[in-house]
Every structure is written in structure tokens, then in C-alpha cells.
């Protein structure tokens, strides 16, 4: 709890003055609005009670405030009623005006450098998340991410636009209520806060309590953001298996377990509540009492108790107000802890010094490389792999499925690196280049593509925004999607839904494609980007590429034998080792896992070329 205050402090304190500011405002405010009784006073004791009596009597108050007031009024006599009670009148309305005027600023300045202190959350907490690496997304959930990054942020920005500033208001509200009291009289103001250290510490047993369960709250809600997150993502699947009830059910109980903590949230307060405003009320009433036996007493005027009422009120709404910071601050910290944890995972380091502006002929060497994703794990996925591939040669990495085709190519753009052996590029170790110059340099088609929810131009040209419509065109044409133009309403203007929802899966391969042509990579990776398009289209790709990727390395990953076997040569992968190396003739003569995805292929092939 202490770091999650600290880290909330240090966020507001780039804006420390102008919370001071605030607070200074709102402090001369709540002292002016202390003179307000003061006004009262002097109409009861000197003014009332004069013109009552005939100018026989009045309790002509001699504390300084009400001599100060006193000499503002014209003169007491008979014909000046009016006049002095219109100038009573305009000396309340200054002060009242002056005070609002006050908190207005104080108010204006405080909002003002919250928004500013929030956007400037967001914008860390939003960068700090873009560079962390894959791993933590493995064990973070989107839904998690999102709720800590929308949620979280907004409990934060109001605890920090209404309670900061309002604590300071509340507690100078007190203090100097609580001096006026003490001015009048010191037994009765004691008695009139009699009850607030009991107050007190039920207040702090509320926060305790509070924090607890909104912990738990955000939790369950968490997991809710959760289940949305994955239902919107998978909403084809879902509909494809008539999944609605499945998923309609697994919703609810989530949503009742939310539900639950959610009531235990509101119990609390439904506890709380009435026994607080039973504290202030008894309060009140025992001041109340207390108060007018001190008139019976002539112990203080009935000025001074009209006076004293007014500021045991002030005194009361801080000690009400008490449990609704603390809950307000025991959410905050509880929201800053969620915060805190993400921005305490440690992101990916980028070398500052690395090689940034060399050209990448495309030679790469694996030598003796050992990885596996997780540390605890008791298998490596990669196993001692070496390889070399020469400058302009297209290689293609066959194997089963999670046999280290795909980790080859991430150890390549360093979304890892191995525990043992090194990897050369161009003769230099890859870990000498800089991982942001490296990946903008290495271009990956993936099986699955991401597309954005912008146009087709503007996913085209997202790894290189400033190319033109020319060259979106042309990466289009290569990519064999450019018949997309005539397809779309508005063609390449036209807004796609999200991750590409109204495209087919072989249109989402090429326009993924397309994406990383236009970029004009030194070495090109093709992770199984014709799995979802026909035969003749897939041969029109290669041939395209082959025409444009001259002389760049080119890594081609597949299970289709069409799409790799014009590579120069054929890696084939199983359990982490390359088990066998050659030509697409070479491997067809030799027996093991190529020769018979060769057969089964070709097999397939005859079979339903005689049915059609």
C-alpha cells in the first residue's frame, strides 16, 4: 500500500505547485466562508436585539470579527434600520461572492492539472506496455490489460480530481471552524468534536476494509473483461458451433461472481453509512444541547450560539466526509497497485548502441543454438541447431507441428534470444544490432495476420506510412490482392472491420503481404501465407516474388510442398533438430518426413483432381 501511495504521489508531483496553488485557494476560501456567521452574529447580538429593545439593550460582541464588522454598518439609530441591514446584507454577499470566486479557481486548476497528470499515465503506461516483451503477453490477458489500462486509470483520476484537493478543503474547514469555536467559547467547541477520534477510527477501519474488497472486485471484474474479450474475438467460432448458450452461461456465472463481491462492496457501505451520520448526528444533538444550556447560563450569547451552530456544521460535514475519501483513497491505491504492476515488469531492452544504419546483405548463421521459451521447462524447443544460409538463397523450413520453425524465425528478429549458441548476420552477432533497425529490416508474413480496423491502403502501407499510393498498388499487384479495388465499395479507401472481419482468409494473407512488400525488406520471412488461397494464385505469388526478392534471402515456412519446392534448399525440422537437409529432389528420394508429406500431398492431388 505504502509504494502504490508513493507511486500516485510521484505521479501528481510534476504538478505539485499547481495543486498547492489549488489548495492554497481553497484554504482562503474556507477561511472567508468562517466569516459568514460572524455576519450572522452581529445581526443577532448588535443589531437585533438593539432595535428590539429600543436602543435600550445589545450584546455588542468584542471579538475582533465583530468589531470589524460593527464599523463597517453605519451608525445604530432609529432611522438607519434599512440602511444597516442592506449593508449587513452586501457585507455577506462579498464574502460569499470572494469565496465562491476562490473555489471556482481553486476548482478550475485542480481539474486542469489532473487531466494533465492523467494523459500523462496513460501515455507512460500505454508506451510501457508497447515495450514489453512477447513473454509477458503470454501470461497477461488482453481483458486484464484493458481494464487496468481504462478502468483503473479513471478511479485513479477521481480520486485525484475530487478527493486530493478536497481533503485539504475539508481539513482547513475543520481546523478553522473549529478556532472560531474555540474563539467563543473552549468548552463548548471541545464538546462539539467530542466524538470525531471515535469517527476517526471507524474511518480507518472502513479504508482497511474497503481496499480489500474493491481488490477483489477489480479481480472479478478482470476476469469478466476477460471472457468478452475472447467471446468478440472468437464471435465466428462461437457462431460456427452454436456455441451461443455455452458462452451466454459461462458470462453469467462470471458476471455472478462479479455480482457478489460487488454486494459485498455495497453491504459495506450500507453498514457504514448509518452508523457514521449516527456519530455526526449524535453530535450535533449533544452541541445542540450542550449549546443551549450555555444561553440558560449566560455563559454565551444567542449570537454566538447562532454562530456556533453554523460552525459545528462545518465541523460536521469533514468528519461525514471522512469515509467517502477513504473509500475514494482505498480504491485509488488498490487501482494504483494494478497499474504499478504493469509498469514494474520490465521491458524490452533496446540497444542504444546497436547497429542501426549498416545495409543487411542476408547472410545468417545459426550455430549450436539452444531455447526454450520458459526457464522451468525440462525440454529446450530448439536442440543444438546450426545452419547456414548464404546471401539471396531461399530456404524453406519444413517439420511437424512444433518442431521450432516458427522459434527459428523469432530468435531471428530477437523477440528472443537462445540460452546457448549465437546467431551471425552477415558475420556479426545478431545481438550487436539493434533490435528496432533489425525487425524493420526483416520482414514477416504470418499465417495469421493482424489487419487494423483503417482502410486497405492504410494497412498496406502500415510498416512504411509515408510511401505512396504507387507503391501500395504495386506491393497489392505482387501480392495478388489488387483485384481487391474492384471488389470493395470504395476500393483501396475502403474501412475494413476489425483484425480484417469482412475479409476472406487468403484476401487477410495477401493484404498481410502486401503490408510487407511495400516495405522492401534485406531478408524476407513467408510464414505459411498461402495456406488459405488456390493453387494457381499461390504460383502466381512465388512467381512475383521471385521477380522482386531477387537476389534477398528469402525463409520460407510451409507445409504445402508447392509452396517450397523451387527453394534452394529444404530444412526439415522434428522435436527441435534439423533431421535432414537438401534439395526438393534430393529429399524426395530420401526416406523420412518430406517423402511422405510428398506422397500424402500427391495422393490428395489425384484424388480430388478425379473427382472433379
Not at 521491458?347 to 550455430?367: A, M, Q, S, V
Not at 517450397?564 to 518426413?593: F, N, P, S
Request: charged residues 20%; hydrophobic residues 45%; neutral net charge.
Amino acid at each position: 500500500m505504502k509504494k502504490s501511495l508513493q507511486s500516485l504521489l510521484a505521479l501528481l508531483g510534476k504538478w505539485k505547485w499547481q495543486y498547492f496553488s489549488a489548495g492554497i485557494l481553497a484554504i482562503i476560501a474556507i477561511a472567508m466562508s468562517t466569516l459568514e456567521p460572524k455576519v450572522l452574529q452581529v445581526a443577532v447580538d448588535n443589531i437585533l436585539v438593539y432595535y428590539q429593545s429600543n436602543g435600550e439593550n445589545g450584546n455588542f460582541s468584542t471579538d475582533i470579527f465583530s468589531k470589524a464588522f460593527s464599523a463597517l454598518l453605519p451608525t445604530l439609530e432609529a432611522g438607519n434600520f434599512k440602511l444597516i441591514l442592506f449593508a449587513l446584507g452586501g457585507i455577506y454577499m462579498a464574502i460569499a461572492i470572494s469565496r465562491g470566486s476562490l473555489l471556482l479557481l481553486s476548482s478550475s486548476l485542480n481539474a486542469a492539472c489532473t487531466e494533465s497528470a492523467i494523459k500523462h499515465l496513460r501515455d507512460r503506461l500505454f508506451k510501457h506496455i508497447q515495450e514489453l516483451p512477447l513473454s509477458y503477453f503470454s501470461n497477461t490477458s488482453k481483458g486484464e490489460l484493458i481494464q487496468r489500462s481504462t478502468g483503473d486509470i479513471d478511479t485513479v483520476r477521481n480520486f485525484a480530481q475530487n478527493q486530493i484537493v478536497e481533503m485539504v478543503r475539508l481539513g482547513a474547514l475543520f481546523i478553522f471552524s473549529f478556532l472560531m469555536m474555540m474563539y467563543i467559547n473552549l468548552t463548548f467547541a471541545l464538546i462539539s468534536v467530542i466524538l470525531v477520534p471515535i469517527i476517526g477510527i471507524g474511518g480507518w477501519f472502513f479504508f482497511n476494509k474497503e481496499r480489500k474488497v474493491w481488490e477483489k472486485h477489480e479481480d472479478e471484474a478482470d476476469k469478466l473483461n476477460k471472457i468478452v474479450q475472447e467471446n468478440l474475438n472468437g464471435i465466428r467460432l462461437v457462431s460456427a458451433f452454436a456455441n451461443e448458450a455455452h458462452e451466454i452461461d459461462k458470462f453469467e456465472k462470471q458476471n455472478r461472481a462479479k455480482l457478489d463481491i460487488g454486494l459485498q462492496h455495497m453491504m459495506l457501505h450500507t453498514y457504514y453509512w448509518p452508523i457514521s451520520d449516527f456519530l455526526v448526528l449524535t453530535q450535533i444533538v449533544i452541541s445542540i444541547l450542550v449549546g443551549g444550556y450555555f444561553v440558560i447560563e449566560n455563559v454565551i450569547t444567542v449570537g454566538e450560539l447562532l454562530s456556533s451552530y453554523t460552525y459545528l456544521v462545518m465541523v460536521s460535514w469533514p468528519m461525514r466526509q471522512i469515509g467517502r475519501i477513504l473509500s475514494q483513497m482505498g480504491m485509488a491505491i488498490v487501482a494504483m497497485e494494478r497499474i504499478t504492476q504493469i509498469l514494474d515488469a520490465k521491458p524490452e531492452l533496446y540497444e542504444e548502441d546497436g547497429i542501426n544504419h549498416r545495409l543487411i546483405k542476408g547472410e545468417i548463421t545459426f550455430h549450436n543454438i539452444n531455447f526454450k521459451y520458459n526457464s522451468d521447462a525440462k525440454q529446450n524447443v530448439l536442440n543444438g541447431i546450426s545452419f547456414k544460409i548464404k546471401k539471396g538463397e531461399k530456404v524453406a523450413l519444413v517439420g511437424p507441428t512444433s518442431s521450432g520453425k516458427s522459434t527459428i524465425i523469432n530468435l531471428l528478429t530477437r523477440l528472443y534470444d537462445p540460452q546457448q549458441g549465437e546467431i551471425l548476420l552477415d558475420g556479426k552477432n545478431i545481438q550487436e544490432f539493434s533490435k528496432p533497425y533489425l525487425r524493420k529490416n526483416i520482414g514477416v508474413v504470418l499465417q495469421k495476420p493482424f489487419l487494423f480496423s483503417t482502410t486497405v491502403a492504410e494497412n498496406i502501407s502500415y510498416a512504411k506510412p509515408e510511401v505512396g499510393r504507387e507503391a501500395i498498388e504495386e506491393a497489392a499487384r505482387i501480392s495478388q490482392i489488387d483485384s481487391i479495388h474492384e471488389i470493395l465499395p470504395n476500393g483501396y479507401d475502403t474501412v475494413i472491420g476489425e483484425k480484417g472481419v469482412t475479409l476472406s482468409g487468403g484476401q487477410k494473407q495477401r493484404l498481410a503481404l502486401a503490408r510487407t512488400v511495400v516495405s522492401a525488406p534485406d531478408i524476407l520471412v513467408l510464414d505459411d501465407i498461402t495456406s488459405a488461397v488456390d493453387t494457381a494464385t499461390e504460383f502466381a505469388i512465388f512467381k512475383e516474388l521471385e521477380k522482386n526478392m531477387e537476389n534477398k534471402t528469402t525463409i520460407i515456412i510451409s507445409h504445402r510442398i508447392t509452396s517450397i519446392q523451387y527453394a534452394d534448399r529444404i530444412l526439415v525440422l522434428d522435436k527441435g533438430k534439423i533431421v535432414q537437409e537438401g534439395t526438393h529432389e534430393e529429399l524426395a528420394r530420401l526416406e523420412g518426413y518430406y517423402k511422405e508429406i510428398l506422397k500424402v500431398q500427391s495422393a490428395l492431388e489425384e484424388e480430388i483432381g478425379g473427382i472433379f
